[in-house]
């Protein structure tokens, strides 16, 4: 009976990691984090040192109410930028990629792919009515067929925003799950989940410090039952 149970429990989590993780998802769960945009006003040099902040690879510019007008990728830097000797201190309008292709939030992850791969972009925008609500890169494409314990932890360990922390958690989550389709024993599947969860845990501790610059004491963090234990489950 209880090996009964467990070939049950597995298959039901394989049918839910598969249905999750494929190309049939919608664009509107994917996106990451609240894309990052300026103005076709705004100097070369602030959306670079914004791009370098926010860790991203590419900026959405917008007028108006979010209504996404061109893009600009770290890999434009060498053409338009670097070889030209552009200056920096020129509008984004004059080496961003206007005109950029956007797809609806209820298109599907295989719609991106398929825009990319025909054009080579590595960035599709989402865009409801006219109004920017996401960007899909091809990392977030690849993510979808393999959530892995080190991706995730580098994310975690990068997380400079609370959208990408939630959305670590969330992948801490989607990665129980595929352990538990792939049948992977119980001690192990709850040591790395505590181990992810504790990870998250201090990168929070750490940006809340830096923010409130109010850390000049000692203090310790005690962490006790399931997480205490090292043996979370999915439901912690």
């Given at each position: 009976?209880?090996?009964?149970?467990?070939?049950?429990?597995?298959?039901?989590?394989?049918?839910?990691?598969?249905?999750?993780?494929?190309?049939?998802?919608?664009?509107?769960?994917?996106?990451?984090?609240?894309?990052?945009?300026?103005t076709p006003d705004t100097p070369l040099r602030v959306a670079l040192e914004t791009i370098q902040e926010g860790r991203i690879s590419a900026i959405v510019v917008v007028e108006g109410e979010d209504r996404p007008v061109g893009v600009f990728s770290v890999r434009d830097l060498i053409s338009r930028v670097i070889l030209p000797g552009t200056s920096l201190d020129v509008p984004m309008r004059e080496v961003m990629t206007p005109n950029p292709v956007s797809l609806p939030s209820n298109?599907?992850?295989?719609e991106a792919a398929m825009l990319m791969a025909r054009?080579?972009?590595?960035?599709?925008?989402?865009?409801?009515d006219g109004h920017l609500t996401g960007v899909i890169s091809e990392k977030d494409l690849f993510s979808l067929q393999r959530v892995g314990v080190t991706q995730i932890s580098a994310t975690i360990r990068g997380a400079m925003d609370l959208d990408t922390r939630v959305k670590a958690a969330e992948d801490i989550r989607q990665l129980g799950h595929n352990m538990m389709a792939q049948g992977v024993?119980?001690?192990?599947?709850?040591?790395?989940?505590s181990t992810l969860n504790d990870l998250l845990t201090q990168r929070v501790i750490e940006l809340e410090c830096s923010a409130t610059k109010d850390?000049?004491?000692?203090?310790?963090?005690?962490?006790?039952?399931?997480?205490?234990r090292m043996e979370q489950t999915l439901a912690s």
């Open positions: 009976l209880l090996e009964r149970s467990q070939r049950g429990v597995q298959a039901r989590y394989a049918a839910s990691s598969s249905e999750q993780q494929s190309l049939r998802s919608p664009l509107s769960s994917l996106a990451r984090r609240k894309p990052i945009t300026c298109a599907h992850a295989f054009h080579g972009f590595r960035h599709v925008l989402v865009a409801d024993a119980a001690e192990q599947l709850t040591q790395i989940l850390c000049r004491y000692g203090f310790c963090w005690l962490a006790f039952g399931s997480e205490g």
